[in-house]
């Protein structure tokens, strides 16, 4: 994640690709300006010796919000100037040939890191869940995923818990000034995810 356009395309990618990695790239779709401008996206690498890729996609969360019905008219044009980030995920499915092509899934995503907007980071990880569900029910039978990500999220946030548990508890709801989140019995999914940290180091991350 954060993954600086012009460095990855100039620096990491030449010296990657000569040890053997293939690649997916996506940039974030608003543009950041500090002293000069710079693109920054999320990235997705794989050994091409073992893995080729069958399907890729990106998710853009504005273009999500400017789409859904949830947000259409006059009236509702502050919930999706709040919802504009520009944030991204990128998706892909590899086939191991060492596993007789066994499909695999891998969700990258960078989810906003606006300290005043956990309803817009709950927003964009339900929003992925529910593009990635989908994309996992498509599959035939069941697709083992690993989703990675900058979730800008400690242990105890809404964000936290919808990945790991599948729900959320109505305590657990950030303020939602704009009302854009939807009720709490519609943030929801059944993929079966986990946090690596404690099976790893014993521990989880204090923040992620």
Same mark, same amino acid.
């Given at each position: 994640?954060?993954?600086?356009?012009?460095?990855?395309?100039?620096?990491?990618?030449?010296?990657?690709?000569?040890?053997?990695?293939?690649?997916?790239?996506?940039?974030?779709?608003?543009?950041?300006?500090?002293?000069?401008?710079?693109?920054?996206?999320?990235?997705?690498?794989?050994?091409? *010796?073992?893995?080729? !890729?069958?399907?890729?996609?990106?998710?853009?969360?504005?273009?999500?919000?400017?789409? /859904? @019905?949830? +947000?259409?008219?006059?009236?509702?044009?502050?919930?999706?100037?709040?919802?504009?980030?520009?944030?991204?995920?990128?998706?892909?499915?590899?086939?191991?040939?060492?596993?007789?092509?066994?499909?695999?899934?891998?969700?990258?995503?960078?989810?906003?890191?606006?300290?005043?907007?956990?309803?817009?980071?709950?927003?964009?990880?339900?929003?992925?869940?529910?593009?990635?569900?989908?994309?996992?029910? *498509?599959?035939?039978? !069941?697709?083992?995923?690993?989703?990675?990500?900058?979730?800008?999220?400690?242990?105890? /946030? @809404?964000? +936290?818990?919808?990945?790991?548990?599948?729900?959320?508890?109505?305590?657990?709801?950030?303020?939602?000034?704009?009302?854009?989140?939807?009720?709490?019995?519609?943030?929801?999914?059944?993929?079966?995810?986990?946090?690596?940290?404690?099976?790893?180091?014993?521990?989880?991350?204090?923040?992620?």
């Amino acid at each position: 994640q954060e993954v600086q356009s012009d460095h990855f395309y100039s620096s990491l990618l030449p010296a990657l690709e000569a040890l053997g990695f293939g690649y997916l790239y996506a940039p974030k779709t608003r543009e950041i300006f500090t002293d000069k401008y710079c693109e920054e996206g999320c990235a997705i690498l794989y050994r091409k *010796s073992r893995f080729s !890729v069958v399907d890729s996609f990106t998710i853009e969360f504005d273009a999500h919000a400017k789409d /859904s @019905a949830r +947000y259409q008219g006059a009236r509702n044009t502050k919930q999706r100037n709040r919802l504009s980030k520009g944030n991204v995920a990128l998706a892909c499915l590899l086939e191991d040939s060492r596993c007789g092509g066994r499909p695999l899934g891998i969700v990258n995503t960078h989810i906003t890191a606006d300290v005043d907007a956990g309803d817009v980071k709950l927003w964009q990880a339900m929003c992925m869940l529910e593009v990635v569900q989908g994309w996992s029910n *498509s599959q035939n039978g !069941v697709l083992p995923i690993i989703m990675c990500g900058d979730f800008n999220s400690t242990p105890e /946030s @809404a964000v +936290y818990e919808l990945l790991t548990t599948g729900r959320l508890s109505p305590s657990s709801i950030p303020d939602d000034p704009y009302g854009i989140l939807p009720p709490v019995s519609q943030m929801h999914h059944s993929l079966p995810l986990r946090s690596i940290y404690p099976a790893v180091v014993n521990s989880e991350a204090t923040y992620t």
